[in-house]
């Protein structure tokens, strides 16, 4: 079983910037890919970043290309999304996302389908 804990969201204005952390839990944590996801209201889950289990790649929606930086401290078992430059469009419940069974590959990291444990979710608001 893992848990991941989301922190950081919160309101914004347009031009400014949040980091969302998610925490797990287990002690394999730093073999594990993880990913963001978000989900606008009336809006399907969509694929946001992510990032493989040694940090050594990462991948993103082209959405946010350019304005988001995903990353992970292994020893904090914390991935981090770093969002700059952010835009009402934004605006979203944004998810993080752990592939415990090793699925992850350059062709997948896209789908929610391999992301077996999903974090509580943290909201996202940014004023125009």
């Known amino acids: 079983q893992v848990q991941l804990v989301e922190s950081g969201g919160g309101l914004v204005q347009a031009g400014g910037s949040l980091r969302l952390s998610c925490a797990a839990s287990?002690?394999?944590?730093?073999?594990?890919?993880m990913g963001w996801f978000r989900q606008a209201p009336g809006k399907e889950r969509e694929f946001v970043a992510a990032?493989?289990?040694?940090?050594?790649?990462?991948s993103y929606a082209d959405s946010v290309k350019g304005r988001f930086t995903i990353s992970r401290d292994n020893a904090k078992k914390t991935v981090y999304l770093q969002m700059n430059s952010l835009k009402p469009e934004d605006t979203a419940v944004y998810y993080c996302?752990?592939?415990?069974?090793?699925?992850?590959?350059?062709?997948?990291?896209?789908?929610?389908?391999?992301?077996?444990?999903w974090g509580q979710g943290t909201q996202v608001t940014v004023s125009s």
């Open positions: 996302a752990t592939d415990s069974r090793g699925w992850y590959s350059g062709s997948n990291y896209y789908s929610d389908q391999i992301y077996n444990y």
């Open positions: 287990g002690r394999t944590f730093s073999r594990y890919a």
């Open positions: 990032i493989s289990w040694s940090g050594g790649t990462t």
